[in-house]
């Protein structure tokens, strides 16, 4: 495995269980739609949208949405998932460069780790350009220095008490333990910012920031962003 582009183009266990993949989207659309302008009608991005499984919920609030993903694969299937539901377009790499100027807003939830550090400003430069002016880029996951693995099962168990399914929890970091996600998070790392650095980071790519009182979705540990574009 060389990439994480790769690993999630293919088969993954990142949900343990339906109950999981239902609460873990309830509540990371619910957070999103919060940190968002209170309007219907946005052309919103999802970058890095994975299998977005969250789309129609937040379709549902009255925006058109449009999908992107870096994996062809993952491209193919979010396109057969939502093929004529006219709320929701899934856009390929040649969509994305002549959208500039396109969105309303844009959201990145659980991506920044896996963006190389070196590639993150021209990631950023990139939301710039997509943005219409005042347009608002909302980040999620954004994983901390100081907080690894320990943090994550935390989250993990407390979000399955919570939401009932701590049984398939711990099945499921029985099984992640040795699956493919931990060796090739070993292998090919994840990167991580502070606070004040990676609202320095958005500052320098144009956007006035702040950072969100709480992060976007049921991983506490990690820190969520606000910025518009300026």
Known sequence: MTSWTEFWGGKHSIYVSPRHVEAHFRRLTEDLAAALP??????????????AL???SLAAFGHQIALYDASAE???????????????????????ASSDGSFDAIIVS??????????LPATI???RRLLVPHGILVIADVMRPDAG?????????????????????LLGLFRTFFSDYRRVRRALGLSRYTGQEFLAL????????????????PNCHRLGFRGTRA
């Open 110 to 119: 659980s991506v920044i780790q896996y963006i190389p550090r070196d590639a």
């Open 74 to 96: 993952v491209q193919a299937r979010i396109a057969r998932r939502y093929d004529g539901d006219p709320r929701i377009a899934v856009l390929d790499d040649r969509a994305l």
């Open 125 to 127: 430069a990139r939301w």
């Open 202 to 217: 958005l500052a320098a790519g144009g956007f006035q920031a702040e950072a969100l009182p709480q992060n976007p979705g």
């Open 149 to 169: 693995m320990a943090e994550d099962v935390a989250d993990l168990l407390g979000f399955a008490w919570k939401e009932r399914f701590l049984s398939a929890a």
């Open 38 to 51: 209170h309007q219907a009608g946005l052309r919103i991005l999802d970058y890095g949208s994975g299998d």
């Open 54 to 56: 969250g789309a129609p």
